[in-house]
């Protein structure tokens, strides 16, 4: 069955720090995978994609996530960390319909 | 931000009321869908419509129903409300207008979410 794992439901860095928040797929077909990030009491919102043009997906913010099939890993990477990071942060499949398979959400704390 | 608006924006109902969450974009996308989003699942598709009046089932579609009479508009309805709806549902869009071999349904946006409480 397809789907999009994210691995760690809390993760705490402090400001400054290099932020990883972790998701992996399982599919026999790479999917397009997609990043959201959620504030407190909003809707969700497009961090970045990837649609198999390039490997390594430049988002907003400063984040970034690197694709990769053999790992069938598609990780979100910050190299600092800034206090307004502090969200809920979403990894989705598109695995060839119309439809997005959600990830089970990364609550990420900035310790100050 | 896509211009999608939901209505109400928050809700407190009573075990077997029926209640309509609406869902309004403003952009002619052809896609739209229902999710609810509940601590440790994620989001999760309740239905999706792809054109008016074409809808299908998502994974937790049971105790709900949909309508979509015009472009505009996707109706999500609980019949009779139950304590296990209680959720914050969010709707979102995709596909673009035009011709059809440019519409792309890759990319789903999000309205701001309804907070719904069944007592």
């Known amino acids: 069955a397809q789907s999009v794992t994210q691995l760690g439901s809390h993760v705490s860095v402090s400001e400054g720090a290099l932020v990883l928040l972790r998701c992996n797929y399982s599919?026999?077909?790479?999917?397009?995978l997609f990043w959201y990030v959620q504030y407190p009491n909003q809707g969700l919102q497009l961090l970045l994609k990837?649609?198999?043009?390039?490997?390594l997906v430049k988002g907003i913010n400063g984040f970034e996530a690197e694709f990769k099939k053999s790992e069938t890993s598609f990780h979100l990477t910050k190299p600092s960390a800034h206090m307004s990071d502090a969200a809920e942060y979403f990894c989705?499949?598109?695995?060839?319909?119309?439809?997005?398979?959600f990830g089970t959400g990364t609550r990420l704390t900035i310790i100050p | 931000d896509a211009g999608i608006t939901q209505s109400p924006r928050h809700k407190v109902t009573e075990t077997g009321t029926p209640v309509t969450l609406r869902c309004h974009q403003t952009?002619?996308?052809?896609?739209m869908y229902w999710y609810r989003q509940d601590p440790g699942h994620g989001l999760r598709l309740i239905h999706y419509?792809?054109?008016?009046?074409?809808?299908d089932k998502g994974e937790v579609s049971d105790g709900y129903s949909v309508s979509r009479s015009k472009t505009e508009d996707f109706l999500l309805t609980l019949e009779s409300a139950t304590s296990s709806q209680t959720s914050v549902y969010f709707c979102?869009?995709?596909?673009?207008?035009?011709?059809?071999?440019?519409?792309?349904?890759?990319?789903?946006?999000f309205g701001p979410g309804t907070r719904l409480t069944v007592l």
């Open positions: 979102a869009i995709s596909g673009t207008t035009g011709l059809a071999e440019l519409e792309s349904t890759d990319t789903q946006y």
């Open positions: 990837y649609t198999s043009a390039a490997t």
């Open positions: 599919s026999s077909v790479p999917p397009y």
């Open positions: 419509s792809y054109g008016v009046k074409d809808t």
């Open positions: 989705a499949g598109n695995f060839g319909n119309e439809k997005l398979t």
């Open positions: 952009e002619n996308h052809r896609y």
